[in-house]
């Protein structure tokens, strides 16, 4: 089986080891695994903002960077529900809505990927520690993906994970949203942390680095002793570690 990484603008720039650990679980479970090197961002900022144009032009290079791929996976749920809206941004029935809506059909999130397609939930990890997980809305909402996650969390040996309160609630991103709605942001991101803080978790978990990029920073000017992990380095653990 032949997958192509979609590491997303922040993973490439900021969070490169956990696409290593996307493609070393990838390539243990027997995926041929490759990365495009004319791809982009998916165009999700612009879009998100109401700049459809430029949101356009994105999408058509990440079209012709991926659509000769056999499966599109990323460690990003709000990056796969983008590709998933490649279709709406051209007309129904021109060739870029069918070149679109061919990209879309074989674009999974991470997790997603590894239970719904490869079949597998248990990958033989090993994490003690105690951890809550963030459920991001994007992956959740517009994807619809609310349960993989967790079935891969709950086969790590070692790992007692505490649900999250009131863990529908936005941590505050929302791409350009934390920018232009600073206060806001702010408040919802402090809101988020206040759960975190009731689980009594070591290490919150999630399936979305920009979610986690936010967290982490507030996490940090607060001064707050709480790891932030992506899902991937969690699954990708295999020996028993202090944490």
């Known amino acids: 089986m032949r997958v192509s990484l979609f590491i997303t603008c922040l993973g490439d720039i900021f969070y490169p080891n956990v696409g290593k650990d996307v493609v070393e679980i990838l390539e243990r479970l027997g995926c041929e695994v490759d990365f495009p090197e004319n791809q ?9 903002s109401g700049y459809r144009a430029e949101a356009t032009k994105a999408a058509k290079q990440m079209i012709k960077a991926f659509e000769n791929a056999e499966y599109i996976v990323t460690p ?32 999974y999130e991470f997790t997603q990927f590894i ?7 248990d990958l033989g990890a090993v994490y003690p520690a105690k951890a809550t997980y963030h459920t991001s809305c994007h992956m959740t909402r517009l994807l619809g993906e609310k ?16 649900p999250l309160p009131n863990n529908y609630d936005c941590c505050g991103f929302g791409g350009t949203f934390a920018v232009k709605m600073v206060p806001i942001s702010e408040q919802m991101v402090d809101e988020k942390i206040q759960h975190i803080e009731e689980t009594d978790a070591d290490i919150l978990i999630g399936a ?7 967290i982490k920073g507030r996490i940090d000017r ?7 992990k992506h899902i991937a380095q969690i699954l990708n653990t295999r020996v028993e570690q202090e944490v």
């Open 40 to 48: 982009t961002c998916c165009g999700q900022p612009a879009f998100n």
């Open 76 to 107: 990003s749920g709000s990056c796969a529900a983008m590709f998933r809206e490649y279709p709406e941004l051209f007309e129904d029935g021109s060739e870029w809505h069918e070149r679109a809506k061919a990209v879309a059909e074989k674009t």
């Open 115 to 121: 239970v719904n397609v490869l079949g597998v939930e």
């Open 147 to 162: 349960e993989a996650p967790f079935k891969l969390l709950k086969h790590v040996k070692g790992l007692e994970l505490v």
């Open 208 to 214: 979305d680095n920009a979610c986690l990029m936010n």
């Open 222 to 228: 607060r001064g707050k002793p709480i790891e932030v």
